[in-house]
């Protein structure tokens, strides 16, 4: 099966903006009536007094509600679906750390649009059917698993489920089948490559990888660039979210010069997450999309939390499709410093400007003292014992983070390995403050 297949329709990538506005309302408008069939958003909808009429154009979106995570918590597990669940065949569903866990549901229709999205990423990125696909990422309910298993093999390439973990058996597997691509998490692909070196593996001379979609969890450019730079590779960023099916939302195009949101699946709006109306181009603000070709659950103006900017709507590769900023971190993992806003990405894009750094680091939160303070771990890349280098390095890291943070965190420098890794997504900032309220 090629791209050409059935089931990929490659016409809808080069669509003038005119074209894609025009499908949208068409979709739109079809989505808003299907969701009549959901429970949630007929009360809803009757709640505001809003007719799937009511919606003319594409600035109508603005009369629907948004819809939000705790929306998702409240109708726990299946009073949002707009199809019996008979039709459903499969759920992926959140943890739940934080209250009841979130559950999509999807039907057969949906996992193949599903497919087909990623499957169009990954082409975009220059995958063909002759490419061996080694997917890094945890399987089961977590989306990177199975969305990327199945949009590769809609591509044809051959794929290699190898899941998450154990480092040793991914770079056989690299090795012995010839792997030309990977997806992981960008946490987890530095670790893959820190193990290569310790094997003796030159990812150059060793493999014929070329390619890798990293995504899943925020990541500087300047981690990008590290990633490109270590494995010889093409890293391209892609972002997905569970509550729109997962991987294939947004991706790199070859530019690499934003993600391309795929409008022909969304609408894509960029609002203040205080007063929600709609920012200008080129502000920062909070991502919310509204789905406009699922069958199963389909979730109109969903608020992201996500963060992130339009940087344009045409691109050199001819594709239309909005072009946004790579994600600055969701509004809940902004820290607040003694009233400083600041995003973890902006001290990873420091760290890594310095290459005495390896690429684990781990941000503490504490209290001493009624004073709240931050401390930056980081790994240094080689062992050295000449303590005056070590700490000139250090008062170098923590001038340049001053000048981006507008704080002056502590900097321990630690050996390499001694920070905890995840097999998921990374976890950057652990907050021990005492909370006076
Ligand atoms: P969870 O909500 O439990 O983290 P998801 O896998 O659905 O599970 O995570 C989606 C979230 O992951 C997004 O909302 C976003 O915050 C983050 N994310 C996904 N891809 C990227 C990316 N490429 N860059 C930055 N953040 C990303
Ligand atoms: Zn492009």
Redesign the pocket.
């Known amino acids: 099966m090629d791209y050409k297949s059935e089931y990929l329709h490659p016409q809808f990538e080069a669509l003038s903006r005119e074209e894609l506005e025009k499908l949208q309302i068409e979709r739109l408008q079809a989505t808003v009536r299907h969701c009549m069939n959901s429970p949630f958003y007929k009360q809803r909808f009757e709640e505001c007094g809003l007719k799937p009429e009511d919606i003319k154009s594409l600035d109508d979106i603005r009369k629907i509600p948004f819809t939000t995570k705790q929306d998702l918590r409240d109708t726990y597990p299946f009073g949002m679906a707009s199809v019996p669940l008979t039709k459903c065949v499969r759920l992926h569903s959140?943890?739940g750390t934080t209250g009841n866990p979130t559950v999509i549901l999807h039907t057969q229709k949906d996992l193949d649009e599903w497919a087909n999205a990623v499957a169009r990423c990954l082409w975009m990125v220059g995958l063909r059917p002759d490419d061996v696909f080694q997917n890094s990422s945890g399987y089961g309910m977590?989306?990177g698993g199975l969305g990327f298993q199945y949009g590769a093999e809609r591509l044809g390439a051959l794929t290699v489920p190898a899941a998450a973990g154990n480092s040793l058996r991914q770079i056989k597997f690299i090795k012995d089948f010839g792997t030309t691509a990977i997806h992981a998490v960008p946490s987890y692909v530095t670790r893959l490559y820190e193990v290569m070196r310790e094997q003796g593996v030159d990812p150059r001379r060793d493999t014929k990888l070329k390619v890798l979609a990293i995504?899943?969890?925020?990541?500087s450019e300047e981690q990008r660039k590290r990633i490109e730079d270590m494995l010889g590779v093409k890293a391209y960023?892609?972002?997905?979210?569970?509550?729109m099916c997962g991987p294939g939302v947004g991706f790199e195009c070859k530019e690499q010069n934003g993600l391309h949101f795929w409008e022909d699946y969304y609408i894509v709006e960029i609002v203040d997450p205080e007063t929600l109306e709609p920012v200008p181009d080129g502000e920062i603000g909070e991502l919310v999309l509204t789905t406009l070709n699922r069958e199963a659950m389909p979730l109109l103006r969903y608020r992201?939390r996500?963060l992130t900017r339009v940087l344009g709507r045409t691109c050199p590769c001819g594709r239309n499709h909005i072009r946004l900023d790579?994600?600055k971190g969701?509004s809940d993992d902004m820290i607040v410093l003694r009233g400083v806003n600041i995003f973890p990405i902006q001290i990873e894009k420091i760290l890594m400007q310095f290459e005495e750094l390896a690429n684990n680091y781990l941000i503490t939160l504490t209290t001493d003292e009624d004073n709240d303070n931050m401390t930056v771990e980081v790994e240094l890349d080689k062992f050295d014992d000449d303590y005056g280098r070590l700490q000139k390095l250090e008062k170098e890291i923590r001038r340049r983070l001053k000048d981006e943070i507008l704080l002056t965190p502590f900097v321990r420098l630690v050996p390499k390995g001694s920070l905890p890794v995840s097999e998921g997504?990374a976890v950057r900032v652990v907050d021990k403050r005492t909370v006076y309220q």
């Open positions: 959140s943890s977590f989306t995504g899943a969890e925020p990541h960023n892609s972002f997905g979210m569970s509550e992201t996500d790579r994600m969701r997504k």
